[in-house]
């Protein structure tokens, strides 16, 4: 077979993604039942036996040993059907950091998981946003609906009211809530009726599908939900959105999905028609254009980096997300922000709770490498003989802010290295006020955990004790003048509402409270461009 067909193929057969939900909607219980299914694990429990071990601690380092490599790794692989299926870990919770948004960026599509009795949470509005401007296709899959929950259509008008998205339910619930038999298909028109769970979601639930005139069918509803179903149906049918696959994949129009991804319910009617609708690697935009991932060259970008486990070896993974061509072990590449060529030695990929040295990886596949310190968020690998850079990494604009500066004075300069290689890692977004000095700095953070890391990280990494005041903001906001007028706290009116601050590259950045705020400043300044991003 020659070598561009193959690649193809392997381009084809992979569906990368990750889950977006709310804590508690079910994110860990999905996985791991995708993962069953995917006969990657037998029995069902061994990701979350390590969760159920996780609270909230300071000690980041004991988290990370507590929680193993469920949270370490990022990514979870397994084969379906003649797929090859990467899970992108999204961590929530006090885990919540910039990490968490930034998976979205390696992702060709996103799960998202409602929990049927909340609807849609905070969190789950967060990472929606992101997904949704990067216009990557969204599945839902509304769990729980093994227990009492909001009624199938008023969850399709929240979807559609918070978010902003409208839904196409792919099947239905059949019964009545709390206590539904099945699931109704739409593609097939054929009802999926499931026997009871014996083994309280170990193994896969055991299923019969009947067609629709199938009296058994019929008897074994019962002629009330069989009715409600026939209703159900007409009204989705006449009322509700038409399928539209362009939509799907254009992120405009969701694929909904009922089930219990503990008792099973729906699961693997879910992880077939997600694999049949989701997209594979797509062309992603570059300086040179966009890259089309069958073109033989490889290329890929940093999306994450981990530091390891282990602080006294100072040994980070940079995990890299391929976008086009093949890799190989010890393959040579270029990097583009240093200009300089470096060889791929080692790296990693992970199942369960395996770390594996991959040989050979393709386009939507996720690999761990060893970070000698050299790569940072965002950073492009490509062939030597085909340099480029993918488009910028965005920064995700934070809303938690604190004052750092070093305890002991004697350690500045560590504080100052660790808190500059730190920045650059992307561990936490840096910030300076005018006249603070070098050794007192403003850090911004979309999550605690992040603050938590950077003190624990200074400390055994740099051996520089912090001192960490939290700050009563929560949005930022770059400034401007329409005209290219400097923009100086004395230039500003009621600036005293806020803290003015520059960020890295000396952008002019206001920090303030909340919207309130944030209006009062915009009133007294009418002229001033505010932005959640750089300019
Ligand atoms: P997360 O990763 O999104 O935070 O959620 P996780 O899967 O841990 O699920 C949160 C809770 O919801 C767990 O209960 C889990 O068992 C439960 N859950 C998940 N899917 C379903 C479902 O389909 N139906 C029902 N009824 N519950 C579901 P827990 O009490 O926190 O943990 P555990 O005691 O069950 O381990």
New binding site residues.
């Given amino acids: 077979m020659d070598e561009k067909m193959s690649l193809t193929d392997e381009i084809k057969r992979r569906r990368t993604f990750a889950?977006i939900?709310?804590?508690?909607?079910?994110?860990?219980?999905?996985?791991?039942k995708l993962l069953l299914y995917g006969g990657a694990i037998h029995l069902a429990g061994s990701i979350?036996s390590r969760?159920?071990a996780r609270h909230a601690v300071s000690d980041w380092m004991e988290i990370e040993k507590q929680r193993g490599i469920s949270v370490t790794s990022s990514v979870l692989q397994f084969d379906y059907d003649g797929c090859r299926i990467n899970i992108l870990d999204t961590p929530?919770?006090q885990d919540f950091s910039e990490d968490t948004y930034r998976t979205l960026m390696a992702a060709d599509s996103a799960v998202m998981?409602i929990?049927a009795a909340k609807g849609v949470e905070a969190q789950t509005k967060k990472l929606f946003k992101v997904c949704k401007e990067r216009g990557i296709p969204i599945f839902t899959f509304v769990?729980?609906?093994?227990?009492f929950g909001k009624a199938p259509l008023d969850l399709m008008d929240e979807i559609e009211n918070i978010l902003g998205i409208r839904s196409y339910p792919m099947n239905w619930p059949i019964g009545t809530d709390g206590n539904y038999l099945g699931v109704y298909d739409r593609r097939r028109d054929c009802a999926e009726l499931f026997a009871a769970d014996a083994s309280h979601?170990q193994e896969e639930r055991i299923s019969e599908t009947f067609a629709m005139d199938d009296a058994s069918m019929h008897e074994r509803v019962g002629n009330e939900a069989y009715q409600n179903l026939l209703d159900d149906i007409t009204l989705l049918n006449e009322a509700g959105e038409g399928f539209d696959l362009a939509k799907i994949t254009s992120g405009e129009l969701t694929p909904m999905f009922f089930?219990?991804?503990?008792?099973n319910?729906g699961v693997k009617n879910f992880l077939e028609e997600y694999i049949r609708l989701a997209p594979p690697p797509s062309p992603r935009k570059t300086s040179v254009g966009e890259i089309d991932p069958a073109s033989c060259d490889f290329s890929a970008f940093v999306f994450k980096i981990q530091a390891n486990m282990n602080p006294a070896h100072r040994d980070r993974l940079a995990f890299i997300r391929i976008c086009s061509g093949k890799f190989e072990r010890n393959m040579q590449v270029w990097h583009e922000r240093s200009g300089k060529a470096i060889k791929l030695k080692e790296p990693q990929q992970f199942l369960a709770q395996d770390r594996q040295i991959v040989e050979t990886a393709y386009p939507g596949d996720i690999v761990g490498l060893f970070d000698p310190g050299v790569f940072g968020i965002g950073d492009t690998l490509t062939a030597e003989n085909n340099k480029f850079a993918f488009a910028d990494f965005p920064v995700f604009p934070p809303e938690k802010f604190a004052r750092v500066s070093a305890k002991d004075t004697m350690k500045r300069k560590q504080f100052a290295k660790g808190i500059e290689e730190l920045t650059q890692e992307g561990a936490i977004q840096l910030f300076r006020q005018a006249g603070a000095g070098t050794d007192n700095f403003v850090v911004g953070a979309v999550g605690q955990l992040q603050f938590e890391v950077l003190e624990y990280r200074l400390k055994n990494e740099y051996g520089a004790d912090i001192i960490l005041n939290p700050l009563p903001f929560e949005t930022a906001r770059y400034l401007r003048f329409p005209d290219g007028r400097e923009v100086t706290p004395a230039a500003l009116k009621g600036i005293d509402r806020g803290m003015f601050v520059t960020d890295r590259r000396d952008n002019p950045v206001l920090l303030v409270a909340n919207e309130w705020a944030l209006g009062w400043i915009r009133e007294n300044n009418p002229d001033l461009l505010l932005k959640e991003e750089p300019f």
């Fill in positions: 889950i939900s709310h804590p508690d909607a079910g994110k860990t219980t999905l996985t791991e979350k969760k159920t929530g919770h998981i929990d769990n729980k609906l093994d227990r979601g089930g219990s991804a503990m008792t319910f």
